[in-house]
Structures are given as structure tokens and as C-alpha cells.
């Protein structure tokens, strides 16, 4: 076999002609076919990655090249692996060139036990993509053979046989996306005689207080103006619900966090949408926000005019 050129990849594809500098972050995600390179990539991809998978190690640094000129992303991830099949040796020059171009490179390798691998794989009834005519214990030992030099690389191991799929989305996230936003909690008022909304975690009904719609000088505004959200707030039972109800929701919310929910949609009811849920989930969102959320407030049946 006759040695590649310089100006090439192992497997003879031509390097690209880098147009630009970046500083683009990349991700790139192999190791064991079952392990769990898909679901981490997914749990990217939900953090705001672009991501890629099965991608020829030769076309990553193009992509990088393509994005960087266009300036359309700043963070990327690509599932690297086996499947590639005589591209897989291109990898490690790929990660020189990308280097070069500025762009910083984490290479991370999940891994699993032959045991955690064949029972995953069992359970998926499907061959491993290195089985041929073998067993699978054969393909996945051909794998370990072909990735070892990318295993000793790696910037991050990661041994999914015992992870749970929560557990696997808090690693990932923790060592690869430390930077990401705050779950965002959602509080919107509604009418129930619109319907309650279907996306909602959380549902309060806050009927129980008096109706400002039976007051002629009220009937127009909303929960929005003053005089209806000072109606609302001094009724009898109203800031006990607030401080009760906002303590509730954070000890919820501390736990939806603990397994990575993005966000979390609490829903304000009264008759129409127009009085009392109005200045509810406004004082609500309030309360949550000194407690630390990320709140976003908004009202569904709301008159906007």
C-alpha cells in the first residue's frame, strides 16, 4: 500500500482549503457502537448543538469550513464511528485540520461493557456493524481493536453500562454543556371555559376568588392595570395561595431540574382569562423569580384589545 500523499487523508480524499479562521466549538462523539454515542448527541442537539451523525470524518472538516464562512453556528457535534468504515482512519487528521482552523476539538468516547453490549443489542434485534459473518461478541471486539488509538485520544471517557438514559443526559450535560441556560418555566393564565392547555404540568384554579368581572368599573380592564391586580391580590386568600403555591412549585421545580427538564409549563385558570388568572400568574411569576427561576410569563385568552 503506497503512502498518502500530504495534501490528502489517509483514505486518498483530498484536505479542503480552509477559507477562514473559527472559533467554532466541536464535539466529536464515537466510541462503542451501542454505548450510546446517538442519545448523547441527542441531548446536544436539545441544548442547542448542531449535530450531525454517521458523517465521514473527511466531510466534518468541510462542514466546519461551510458553517464558519457562512457564520451560521457556533457549536457543533458529529457522531464519528465505526460506520464510516475505511473513512474512520481519516479522523485523526480531521481533528488536526479543524484544530488548525481555530476550532477547539473534544473528543469523547463512550464505552460499555461486552456484557452491557450484547444485551443492548439483543434487545434491539439488531447485527453489530462489524459482525459480517460472525457473532457478536466478534463485531464488537473488531470495534475495540479498530477504536483503541481514539480511546487513548479521548479528552472524555465515558462508561455508559450502568447509566440510565436520565443519567446519561446529566453527564452529558454537565461535562459538555455546563454553560447551558436555565430551565425555563412557563406561567400562563387561561380561561377554563377555553380549555385548559394541553402542555401544562401544572394546573391551579384560582376561581375561588372573588370575580372582578361582576364589578361594572373592573369589567373592562384586565389583570394587567392596577386597580383589577390590587382587587385580585388584597382578596381574602389570595397571598396565601401565592406563598404557598410558589413553595410548592419550587420544590417541584428543584426536581424536574435535577433530571435536566428544559422547561416546565405552570397553567393559572379562572372563568374567562381576563381578571383574576391575569394578575395571578403575573404575581406568581414574580414569586418564582425571587426564588431563583428563569420565569416567562404570558396569558392565553387575554383581550389584547
Known amino acids: 500500500m503506497t503512502e498518502a500523499h500530504p495534501e490528502t487523508y489517509p483514505s486518498g480524499i483530498p484536505r479542503p482549503q480552509f477559507a477562514a479562521s473559527s472559533g467554532a466549538e466541536v464535539v466529536i462523539l464515537t466510541g462503542m457502537s451501542g454505548a450510546g454515542r446517538t442519545r448523547a448527541a441527542a441531548v446536544l442537539a436539545d441544548l442547542g448543538w448542531y449535530v450531525v451523525d454517521n458523517l465521514p470524518p473527511h466531510m466534518l472538516a468541510e462542514l466546519v469550513n461551510t458553517l464558519v464562512v457562512r457564520g451560521s453556528t457556533e457549536k457543533l457535534a458529529a457522531v464519528v464511528d465505526a460506520r464510516g468504515g475505511p473513512f474512520f482512519s481519516d479522523l485523526e487528521p480531521v481533528v488536526e485540520d479543524l484544530e488548525s482552523l481555530g476550532s477547539p476539538v473534544t473528543l469523547v468516547f463512550l464505552d460499555a461493557s461486552d456484557a452491557a453490549l450484547v444485551r443492548r443489542f439483543e434487545e434491539a434485534r439488531r447485527p453489530h456493524p462489524l459482525q459480517q459473518d460472525g457473532t457478536l461478541l466478534e463485531g464488537i471486539r473488531r470495534e475495540r481493536e479498530l477504536t483503541a488509538p481514539l480511546r487513548d485520544d479521548a479528552d472524555v471517557i465515558v462508561d455508559t453500562s450502568s447509566l440510565s438514559v436520565h443519567d446519561l443526559r446529566h453527564l452529558i450535560t454537565e461535562r459538555l454543556a455546563s454553560d447551558v441556560a ?7 393564565s387561561f380561561g377554563f371555559k377555553h380549555g385548559i392547555p394541553a402542555d401544562a404540568e401544572f394546573v391551579a384554579d384560582v376561581r375561588f376568588l372573588p370575580n372582578p368581572h361582576w364589578d361594572p368599573e373592573l369589567r373592562p380592564l384586565t389583570g394587567l392595570d392596577a386597580p383589577v391586580r390590587d382587587h385580585v391580590l388584597s382578596s381574602d386568600g389570595a397571598q396565601e395561595f401565592l406563598d404557598g403555591y410558589a413553595t410548592v412549585l419550587d420544590a417541584a421545580l428543584q426536581r ?14 379562572c372563568t374567562g382569562g381576563k381578571h383574576r388568572s391575569v394578575a395571578i400568574a403575573e404575581a406568581l411569576g414574580l414569586g418564582l423569580r425571587e426564588r431563583g427561576h428563569e420565569v416567562r410569563v404570558t396569558h392565553r385568552d387575554r383581550p389584547t384589545a
Open 182 to 188: 436555565q430551565m425555563q418555566i412557563n406561567v400562563l
Open 256 to 269: 424536574y431540574r435535577s433530571h435536566d427538564r428544559p422547561s416546565v409549563t405552570i397553567g393559572i385558570g
